[in-house]
């Protein structure tokens, strides 16, 4: 499997909502927590960048979406820290409901980090985000930030609880029959413990495109600057002829030779939604039943 350089990872751009988050970018983890968890510090120490992303204080300072690129359609994800105080109330909900959609909806995201602060882990927010992961067959990895605060005996407390609470959001579901134990690290990115652990869970998730990427001979993995922000679908011969379409997984289906384009939630939720335009899908499916009956 291919390790990726995370070091050489680059920032893309900021959104103000889910919605405004580009599409047909590839594949994307998301790190997750409530407010002043570790986020920004945490992706620093992956990055092994100091300032890659702002860091504070102030609980809930970051209330933007902030997209990284680490290689050519391999992304990660830094969403703002759900609970925030610094908004209305309104505003905490609304975001929370999109958070749900996102987890359920977002096409290519191929996991969740999900950041605890090791002295008080598992709040009703984290365990909102774990059922939701459950529901929706989204795979997680659950970060203990902030491990160096605490003794060598705190840790290990606060390790088995957390690994005892957990047993209950791996029982399965009707998207996810199969589900795995959710595997927990500790961390601290001050002196950057459990890096290296986080970051071979991420490239096992990013596999389905760097694996694509060892067959296809690219060894230049540079990170891009900037991504098509249109929010437009990609058409049916835009995704044939791109880079993109020749990295997402395909599927030969039943008694057709024409391979189709597969995400990893239409994957998870057993669907077959291609990385097509949906018109054109639709009108080549009319074409061909019209075909068979003639």
């Known amino acids: 499997m291919l390790k990726l350089n995370y070091h050489r990872t680059k920032f893309i751009m900021s959104a103000p909502s889910i919605a405004k988050l580009p599409v047909n970018n590839g594949y994307e983890v998301a ?14 120490a992956l990055c092994n960048q100091k300032n890659l992303a702002k860091t504070s204080s102030t609980p809930g300072r970051t209330q933007l979406i902030n997209l990284f690129a680490v290689a050519p359609y391999v992304n990660l994800v830094d969403l703002p820290g759900y609970g925030y105080a610094a908004v209305p109330e309104k505003l905490k909900i609304e975001w929370q409901k999109s958070l749900g959609t996102y987890l359920e909806k977002r096409e290519y995201l191929a996991g969740i980090v999900l950041l605890m602060d090791s002295r008080h882990p598992l709040k009703p927010l984290d365990q909102q985000m774990l059922e939701w992961c459950r529901e929706f067959g989204v795979p997680v990895v659950v970060v203990l930030t902030k491990i160096d605060k605490l003794t060598q005996q705190e840790q290990m407390k606060q390790l088995r609880l957390v690994n005892e609470a957990l047993v209950a959001y ?12 959710i595997q927990v690290i500790p961390v601290s990115s001050v002196k950057k413990r459990g890096i290296d652990k986080l970051a071979a869970v991420l490239d096992a998730w990013f ?4 694996s694509q990427y060892e067959q296809m001979g ?16 990609v058409g049916e011969e835009q ?11 395909s599927r030969e289906t039943k ?38 009956k003639g």
Do not use: H, M, W
């Open 31 to 44: 790190f997750v927590g409530v407010s002043n968890a570790g986020k920004s510090s945490l992706l620093n």
């Open 170 to 181: 791996t029982v399965a579901s009707d998207e996810n029959p199969d589900p795995e134990p």
């Open 207 to 210: 596999a389905p495109v760097t």
């Open 218 to 233: 690219i060894t230049d993995l540079t990170p891009p600057s900037k991504y098509d922000i249109s929010n437009e679908v």
């Open 239 to 249: 995704a044939e002829s791109s880079l993109l379409g020749s990295l997402i997984a």
């Open 255 to 292: 008694g057709k030779t024409k391979k189709q384009r597969y995400s990893p939630t239409a994957r998870r939720l057993g669907t077959s939604k291609p990385f097509v335009d949906p018109k054109k899908a639709k009108k080549a499916e009319q074409a061909l039943k019209y075909k068979s």
